[in-house]
């Protein structure tokens, strides 16, 4: 709703004379309608529509993406006053992602603390004057159920400055206008963080014509957010029977190995993903090269030696640096010392020549060819310079016939300057951007340099470590892909932000294992030897591996006249109690022997196989034999010491002051194996095989250690806190 908020600003720069507009969205567009609402006091309607973007209708049309590039389209033309850097909307863009997918009051309480300080020697935002970027937080906030709460009670007290904000703006017509919006049109948020596996058409698509590609860089291993870019180029493949690439992004020899690539490959497999072709980027390193060229010689790129953090500060200034009006002759001067390697050379990049002014600033010139200075694992040492991804990307999809480039939405500041290449390079055709939203998975880490501390620092087996959210950690883990393909197609390819709680994949998962996985008994090492006074034979039975499903299989069952019981067990047995022993019948206790630190060593029973066990305890148990598996049951907690990393502290300028560091917040004490006796039938069982051990839940084997113990891993079911996340 942010375009209703600007118009309502009573500053009326729109030359026409309006008296009701219409906004089309599917979502309820508060920054929208707030933009037009400052801008000029006129009646705003919206309507839910099928399409994805919202659609501005004036005398011009303004469409975009998600609410706040509407919003922002509508204040540039409208009433630029409003308007802010690109470097401040995404900063307040992303306060705004936080506060409207935070869920409980303890998360939302995290983001309140941060912006507090903002404003506590200020009244706005940014300068000296409201902006869109007061727009975009105070939509947030009025949304936020939980900040509504805090605000109208006692609470606000805590967050002073920001109440003083929220406050002064909530008093302006065109706030309690937007406010008024919110309260009665009410969406349910659910739905939205859910989705319906609602998916988009791609525009322009035809059957049979259709090329998407998924474009990982080989320089880790895949997680869980590459697995929705995967599994959606993947749906688009076959819902308009295209065909899908799977192109190795090699571009900085620096980062990649080949046994990412080969763990790449792999994972798509495990995941049911086949695709059509695989490519390169380095396939095509000749032809980038001579587009390089060619952009130099039609006056559309120069080269330039200007040291790195210069030329970050001209960037940030719109700064034009002393290179950029040389003539074609002198970029190719430099040019052939940077392709000959020279000292001076090496100092030197290619920048495109694009915009210096633009407020997008991925527009201001940016640097397409650098020297790196290494071979690289394809190529050798035929190249020592390398081009920039935004510059191959769309040559290669170009080159490759993609049609379609279906990528996550944190990429979308870029898609301006990827359609400028396409447009500037000679020889492109067009391509098609589809944006959906990126995989946010809250109380995890998906950063893979934050990953990459674990593994350096010997904190973690490798990049299949079960606490990882990566594609291998989480099949050893023992997730099955068809979970994460619902996970993830529950989602679509819409663009709205969305935190997904991981528990709901382990849901997923447990719905879909629960009723296939072979059920077993297994005690701890702390377990009680149980001597069944009346039993002086060994029984041998034959019994289903999931009770009334013979169609699954059976095990064979080991019914002695000593047996072991968990500790826990047992002290919660009282005097003569009966109980049930699953997979045999009902035991009365008869005596009891406790050592001296209270713990029971051994307790003596009597069976009444034929008795009640509607109302008993159901007791697992173990035969005390030489057949019997040991077993280490293996736990994991979370990474981090915290429910979620914090944001680095920023300056009012957006300059980071205080970077955010792993070691701060790793979490040295997450595994936690559990020494066990298993039931004899546990020793059929395979690696990779998933079971449940009765009432400890669901495991897979993931190896057997010489000395015979198997090695399980505990398998999540989605009720768990400490799943890839705080506890």
Known sequence: MLVILLMLLGEVILKQHIKEMSISSKIL??????????????????????????????????????????????????????LVSDEVLSIVSGHASD????????????????????????????????????????????????????FGGNKKKKYKYLARWYSYLSSLPSFQYALSVIENNV??????????????????????????????????????????????????????QGQLILRFDDTNPRKEKEEFEEAIEHDL???????????????????????????????KAYMDDTPAEEMSRQREAKENCKYRDNTVEENFEMWEQFKSYTEEGKKMVLRAKIDMQSNNGTMRDPVIYRYVGKPHNRTG???????????ACPIVDSLEGVTHACRSNEYHSSETQYYWFLENIPGCRPVKIQDFSRLNVKGT?????????????????????????????????????AALKQFIMDLGNSTNAVNMDINKLWAFNKQLIDPIVPRYNVVFNDSVLAKLLDVDTTEVADVDLIRNKPEVGQKVVYRTSEILIDQVDVKSFKDGEEFTLMNWGNAILQKQTVNKEGNFTEIELVTNIGGDFKKTKKITWVPAT????????????????????????????????????????????????????????????????????????????????????????????????????FN
């Open 29 to 82: 567009p508060i920054n929208t309608i707030l933009s037009v609402k400052l801008s000029q006091n006129i009646e705003v309607k919206w309507e839910e529509t099928d399409q994805e973007e919202i659609s501005l209708v004036l005398e011009s049309s303004f469409t975009g993406n998600n609410d706040i590039e509407v919003a922002s389209q509508f204040t540039a033309a409208s009433n630029p006053s409003l």
């Open 99 to 150: 506060i409207a997918n935070a869920t409980g009051n303890r998360e939302i309480i995290g983001y309140l603390t941060d912006i507090d300080w903002k404003f506590k020697l200020r009244t706005f935002f940014e300068g000296y004057q409201l902006s869109l970027a007061d727009v975009v937080l105070f939509t947030a906030l009025g949304s936020n159920s939980t900040w509504v709460d805090i």
């Open 187 to 240: 969406v349910d948020e659910e739905t939205e963080q859910t989705g319906s596996a609602v998916f988009s058409e791609l525009e322009g698509a035809k059957q049979g014509e259709v090329v998407v590609r998924f474009p990982p860089e080989p320089s880790g291993y895949l997680h869980l957010g590459h697995g929705k870019a995967a599994f959606i180029n993947d749906y688009f493949r076959n819902e308009y």
């Open 269 to 299: 497999n495990t995941m049911g993903i086949i695709p059509d072709r695989m490519s390169h980027t380095s396939d095509y390193f000749d032809i980038i090269l001579a587009k390089a060229e060619e952009m130099i010689s039609i006056g």
């Open 381 to 391: 040492d035929q190249y020592l310079i390398y081009p920039i991804y935004n510059f």
């Open 445 to 481: 880490i998906l950063s893979k340099r934050n990953l990459q501390w674990f593994v350096d620092n010997g904190h973690a087996e490798g990049w299949d470590d079960p606490r990882f959210p990566t594609i291998q950690g989480a099949a050893r883990r023992g997730l099955e892909f």
């Open 626 to 725: 030489d057949e019997a598996v040991p077993v280490r049951l293996m736990y994991y907690g979370s990474l981090l010491t915290v429910p979620n990393l914090p944001k680095p502290k920023k300056n009012s300028k957006g300059e980071v002051i205080k970077p955010v560091l792993i070691e701060d917040y790793a979490n040295l004490d997450s595994v936690h194996p559990m020494e066990g006796t298993a039931e004899p039938a546990v020793a059929s069982v395979n690696v990779g095989d998933s079971i449940q051990f009765q009432r400890r839940g669901y495991f897979k084997l993931d190896k057997i250690e010489e000395d015979g113990t198997r090695v399980f891993i505990n398998i999540p079911d989605g009720h768990e806190t400490d799943v890839w996340k």
